[in-house]
């Protein structure tokens, strides 16, 4: 029986080989696009583009592509990235009206300007290099100064606080930097229609940048073939998120703005491109279900479901979906043509109002204290109103618990007193054993390494706030490290708030469509939100100041040597019979006057003048004088012949 | 102060000792040195302390070679680079000829087509002649070189040679030249042979110059022309093996397209100008192992090649067409080749894997959209191109590739695969562009006064002549560049004196010019690959040097901050210090001539 079975196993693995050498040799390259749309409780509009391409398994990647970009995969190939992602954002993420518990927000609400964070398949020793390679790479790639997220005193390697778990991960961000069409153009050049045709077609760059907030993401990861001497596939996510405001001409408050995609974006979309798998665009209504019948079985009820009396869609949806807070409708863009562009369009006939799910507790973030020499950070963690009914409550010794773990990086110029550290639940102080579950702290290096805070709070399901102070001393920048406008101030990134037990994911009950943006939304994904960035004044020094410090020190140097000089080689008897000559000489008013004082400054008693004439006394006077006159000019023409002519 | 009271004393005595002492004028006293000691003393130490300042404010110049860099390029402008080429013709079938006289006019032939003229990569030649009489008794030269190839008499055999294909003919001419030793140069052989003449008419004379390193002309009643047949040989020699059959003199060094780290990637785009129309693909990865494989094999002593593809959408060309009524297609023409390349749209993007300074061979295979369907090139002179494709020195080449039918025949596009006998078609195009930019002709024949030679191509792409054309071609240009390069930055050092040049500078250039002087040596010896290697490890040290990140950081310590820091403080007490001095040696100097009338006086009292 086991040599049987023995003899069959190289069969069974070879066949296993043959066939998926023949399925890896036809699975090809896969481009699907997709965009949703979901009106806001603000009366305005969320679009989202979502983009993805898939390079199957194989050996030649950054070599050979067809439709994934070549430039991404030498990346991924050449720095052994793992996972990878990056963001440019501009504009702040309203976790209160846009939503804080659903996938679209946990993944697309990123903190300001850029933010990157990488797992690489290196040896740990190499982790740090292949980091700076990568920044600089990406930094040509799309034009932006992710470089310098190089230097060590910008990045950190979390732990657990970030949400992956890999000692080979590195974070930073950048909050200042400016996102613009420059990052957009190259973002756009690594879809295989670029802005020609298809979904991203819409983008025109006055109406994505007019949006209260606009995020571009770039996703990347590896899949591991799991064969043996064959490479790993690269799943390439590309999402835009906008929040545009529609133009309204209605007079109603309440009401809620109508709006149409060329309204929205002064353009229409007219046809898919051409070389993607998939190309859909879905509405999101949340908040629908209530109103409607359970089956949608007859025309009539499904008809119901887009021309009723609350709205009308101008299109018709191919199909509708729906889900535990509302009705997703999906709509295929192939059929349309140039002569039948696609332009949809939302309705509102009568006033609506709902509200978006939201994450268990608002995090916002500010700075205490004043003067330009310590200060304070604090984290708010305020309740929501949909904080009841949501899962993810833990019961831990019978408690019920909610767990959010904070992550934050300070930079090395921000020294963080950790042990300054309070936390108050409900207005009052707790000692970290009751809330604090897990901390781990990377004390800051100056000029070498920035600091890192994470930490794991466990909340009573019944709170209403949190609050976490730090106190910090702001340190001293060499004159070389202040940036060109330090009078600025300085920002430290955002913190991090995350909740390890709660997940946002939608939930669709009818199976549906390997549609990659409802699996990407199927899956659980982790609830996050990003803090304000802070702006730290840092006292600024007058930057002429190091050589008004040389001049003055100079002067006394001089005016020290000058005098010693002076005293080595002074003639006291000479002097005091010179004046002795003088004093017999000639009283008049003022200059004995001066005698008398010099002599008393002098410790001597003043003696009969001599009986020098005071003519040539005051000849040889106004003869020193003529003197020091005519070489401080030279030294001044010096000076200006020197100062000219370089 | 001692000196002070020393000095009371003698207006206090003078009454006394001599009466006609003048205080004013005189003095009894020795004048005293100690302040005069002192403030010398300190300009002295100041004066001293000038240098170790200017040594404090001097920035770091590591010292370069300027006079061998200098020399480095004297020499290579004046005595260009040679190698030793041997030259072994074998004539068989000639009755009365002597080896020595034939060689001499071989030589004279040589001389005459090379004018004399000593090109960088051009041969030194030794030539060596073998005659085989009908009796299949040979007469050889004197060997110069004791390394040349002996040719074993009788084995080629007067009427069996040349007969079926030249393929095979090249290949049993190898075997009977397969004794050659390499050491100095590389052999080349041209055969000979006189056939009989059978037909009893003037039958036309045939020479092929082979995949290896040898040539055969064959023909009969070539003794009494041998006159032309000498002729030929050393035409031949000159302008196929020397020169690899180019037209222009010489290729210039700038059309090598080689990066200077010695790689070159070939980057190979397909583009659909408008995938409305039709989508195509193409299985590059098969052509890649398939046909370029050999082809960067063959090269690997030359450069290091990589090979990329990629294909992109939506990429129209930038210049404008025109229909053709007659030939029912689009027309562009020569004139419009400068705009065709569309730099906005085609994003051939440079790739990340070319780090540094390889150079990057785009290689673009455009299909036209529906409104341009087929998309034909016109030459100057009216005719339709064949390979409907163009070359841009240094920066690749383009292909338009038309579709079997421009007919759209559906709505939704189709996608469609370029056929392997298309993608072959359109690699052979593809090699011949690429040995246009390595400057070889594309075609089978070379054509000169004397006629025609046909040239057997060979599969890997390029012949082993070729090679050792572009590794000789190769050498003398890298030596060329390093030379260049350090010349450039030895007039850059030195016209910037505020430079900071650190000591891994100054190695680069010692090392680059070390291997440049050994690459001059192994080429003189004939080390073709070993002198290639280190003319490229010369010229990529050398732009090493050149382009240092730290090459431009002029020191912000400029003289105006020196000036400024220090003028505070030197300024104020230097003028304390001359003048003390100076007032302290002119009261030295009144008060020792006061001394010395008291002391006139004395004596003459």
């Known amino acids: 029986m086991a040599s049987l079975v023995r003899s069959w196993i190289p069969l069974l693995i070879l066949q296993s080989f043959l066939v998926a050498v023949a399925f890896g040799s036809k699975e090809a390259e896969q481009f699907s696009e997709a965009l949703l749309l979901k009106p806001l409780p603000d009366r305005k509009v969320l679009a989202h583009f979502h983009f993805e391409n898939r390079a199957p398994p194989s050996n030649s990647h950054g070599r050979h592509h067809h439709l994934f970009p070549k430039a991404i995969s030498q990346l991924v190939q050449k720095f052994r990235v793992k996972e990878m992602e990056l963001s440019f954002t501009q504009g702040r993420w309203n976790h209160e009206h846009w939503g804080g518990f659903d996938p679209l927000s946990s993944m697309n ?62 974070y930073g961000s950048l909050p200042r930097e400016a996102v613009c069409t420059e990052n957009l153009t190259p973002w756009l050049k690594l879809l295989p229609c670029r802005d020609k045709d298809g979904i991203s077609a819409l983008m025109n760059r006055p109406s994505v940048y007019r949006g209260f907030y606009h995020s571009q993401r770039l996703h990347l990861s590896t899949v591991e073939s799991g064969q043996e001497g064959l490479g790993s596939g690269i799943v390439l996510e590309q999402t835009l998120t906008v929040v545009l405001q529609p133009e309204t001409t209605s007079v109603e408050t309440n009401m809620q703005p109508s709006w149409s995609l060329s309204s929205l974006f002064g353009r229409k979309v007219v046809g898919s491109c051409v070389l993607a798998k998939s190309s859909n665009v879905y509405l999101q209504l949340e908040g629908r279900l209530g109103h409607e019948s359970k089956n949608v079985d007859t025309e009539i009820e499904a008809h119901k479901l887009w021309k009723n009396a609350d709205f009308d869609l101008s299109l018709k949806p191919d199909r509708v979906l729906r889900e535990s807070s509302g009705l997703l409708f999906i709509f295929d863009i192939d059929k349309s043509s140039d002569s039948e562009p696609f332009d949809l369009g939302l309705n509102w006939k009568l006033p609506s109002k709902w509200s978006c799910q939201q994450a268990p507790l608002q995090a916002s973030r500010f700075l205490m204290g004043s003067g330009n020499e310590r200060g304070a950070i604090a984290i708010l963690l305020k309740a929501t109103e949909s904080q009841e009914k949501l899962p993810g409550r833990e019961l831990t010794d019978g408690r019920c618990t909610i767990k959010a773990n904070i992550f934050q990086i300070f930079p090395w110029y921000i020294k963080v007193y950790y042990h300054t550290l309070q936390i108050f639940v ?31 709070l466990e909340l009573p399901c019944e709170v209403k706030s949190a609050a976490i102070s730090i106190e910090y001393d702001k340190g001293f920048l060499h004159i070389d490290e202040y940036p060109p406008d330090a009078n600025q101030g300085f920002d430290i990134p955002s913190a991090l708030i995350s909740f390890p037990s709660h997940h946002a994911s939608l939930d669709f009950q009818e199976e549906l469509s390997k549609s990659p943006l409802l699996s990407s939304f199927k899956e659980k994904s982790l609830v996050r939100s990003y803090t304000e960035v802070l702006l730290v004044p840092l006292t600024t020094p007058d930057f002429s100041m190091p050589y008004n410090v040389i001049t003055i020190t100079c002067t006394i140097f001089a005016l020290y040597f000058g005098s010693l000089l002076n005293v080595l080689r002074r003639r006291i008897g000479e002097e005091e019979r010179f004046l002795k000559s003088q004093a017999g000489k000639k009283t008049g008013g003022v200059k004995q006057l001066l005698l008398r004082l010099t002599a008393k400054i002098r410790g001597r008693p003043i003696e009969a003048p001599s009986s020098e004439s005071p003519a040539a006394e005051s000849s040889f006077l106004s003869t020193k004088l003529i003197f020091k006159i005519i070489l401080i000019a030279g030294a001044a023409a010096a000076w200006q012949y020197f100062s000219t002519d370089k | ?123 030194n030649v030794s030539i060596s002649v073998t005659v085989q009489n009908l009796a299949e008794q040979c007469l050889e030269t004197l060997a110069h070189n004791p390394s040349t190839c002996s040719y074993r008499c009788g084995v080629i055999i007067r009427n069996e040679f040349g007969v079926g294909l030249d393929d095979t003919v090249d290949e049993s001419l190898n075997d009977v030249f397969s ?40 023909g009969s009643g070539l003794e009494e022309r041998y006159g032309d047949i000498v002729a030929r040989v050393s035409e031949i020699f000159v302008k196929v093996f020397m020169n690899g059959g180019r037209d222009e003199e010489s290729i210039h060094g700038e059309f090598m397209p080689v990066g200077s780290d010695g790689k070159i990637v070939l980057s190979f785009s397909l583009l659909n100008s408008n995938p409305r129309d039709w989508v195509y693909d193409w299985d590059f990865q098969r052509i890649d192992d398939a046909l370029l494989a050999p082809v960067t094999k063959a090269l690997a002593p030359i450069a290091n090649i990589s090979v990329e593809s990629q294909v992109l959408y939506h990429t129209p060309k930038s210049s404008f067409s025109s229909w053709d009524e007659k030939l029912q297609s689009y027309i562009f023409r020569t004139s419009d080749l400068p705009f065709f390349v569309n730099s906005n749209e085609w994003h051939l993007d440079t790739s990340a894997g070319a ?64 056929s392997p006998q298309d993608l072959e078609q359109i690699v ?78 100054g190695e680069q250039v010692k090392y680059s010019l070390k291997a440049a002087k050994l690459a001059q040596s192994n080429a003189s010896l004939g080390g073709y690959s070993s002198s290639a290697s280190s003319s490229r490890e010369a010229r990529s040290l050398a732009e090493n040097a050149f382009f240092h990140p730290s090459i431009m950081s002029v020191s912000y310590f400029s003289y105006e901050h020196c000036f400024a820091v220090y003028s505070p403080f030197f300024l104020p007490v230097v003028g304390h210090i001359v003048l003390a001095a100076f007032r302290e040696w002119k009261r030295y100097r009144q008060e020792k001539a006061k001394y010395l009338t008291w002391l006139t006086r004395k004596k003459t009292a």
């Not at chain 1, 390697?157 to 080979?168: C, E």
């Not at chain 2, 040195?33 to 404090?56: A, D, E, N, Q």
């Not at chain 2, 590389?186 to 082979?210: C, L, P, R």
């Not at chain 2, 090699?431 to 004397?450: C, D, H, N, P, V």
């Open chain 2, 355 to 418: 780090s540094g300074r390889s150079k990057i061979l785009q290689f673009v295979v455009y299909i036209p959209s529906g409104k341009e369907c087929p998309l034909l090139l016109q030459l100057p002179n009216g005719e339709i191109s064949k390979t409907n494709g163009f070359i841009s020195p240094m920066w690749g080449g383009v292909i338009v590739w038309n579709p079997e039918s421009c007919d759209k025949d559906s709505e939704s596009p189709i996608r469609n695969t370029i």
């Open chain 1, 109 to 170: 609400a990123k903190p300001v300007g850029v933010e990157l964070w990488a797992v690489f398949d290196v040896p740990q020793s190499q982790v740090d290099t292949s980091w700076k390679n990568l920044t600089h790479a990406l930094s040509g790639l799309f034009c932006a100064s992710i470089n310098f997220l190089e230097s060590s005193t910008s990045y950190a390697a979390p732990t657990w606080g970030f949400g992956t778990n890999s000692d080979k991960l590195r």
């Open chain 2, 179 to 218: 004794g050659c030793s390499e050491n100095s140069g590389k052999t080349y052989s041209v055969v000979v042979v006189n056939k009989e003449n059978a037909n009893g008419e003037d039958e036309v004379i045939k020479a092929v110059v082979g995949k290896r390193r040898h040539a055969w002309v064959v």
């Open chain 2, 1 to 123: 102060m001692e000196e002070t009271s020393d000095r009371l004393n003698p207006t206090t005595d003078t009454s006394g000792v001599t009466p006609e002492f003048d205080p004013k004028t005189m003095r009894s006293t020795k004048p005293g040195l100690k302040r005069l000691f002192i403030t010398t003393s300190v300009l002295f130490s100041f004066l001293l302390g000038v240098p170790f300042l200017w040594k404090s404010v001097e920035i770091y110049r590591s010292p370069l070679p300027f006079h061998d860099i200098d020399s480095l390029s004297d020499q290579i402008e004046s005595t260009p680079l040679r190698f030793p080429c041997n030259l072994h013709a074998v004539f068989v079938g000639f009755e009365s000829k002597d080896p020595d006289n034939l060689r001499s006019q071989i030589q004279d032939g040589i001389n005459q087509l090379t004018h004399q003229s000593s090109q960088c990569g051009s041969c």
């Open chain 1, 426 to 456: 409900d207005q009052q102080q707790k000692t970290d054993s009751e809330v604090l579950k897990k901390i781990n702290v990377s004390p800051s290096t100056d000029k070498v390494s920035s600091g890192m805070l994470e930490m794991m």
């Open chain 2, 428 to 505: 052979e195009i593809f090699l011949g562009q690429f040995r246009q930019l390595f400057g070889f002709k594309s075609e089978a024949i070379y054509t000169s006064g004397l006629g025609t030679y046909k040239i057997l191509p060979s599969e890997r792409g390029f012949t082993e002549w070729e090679l050792d054309v572009l590794s000789r071609k190769h050498t003398c240009f890298n030596l060329h560049s390093c030379s260049t390069t350090l010349g450039s930055l030895s007039r850059l050092v030195r016209s910037l004196p505020r430079m900071i040049i650190k000591d891994e500078i």
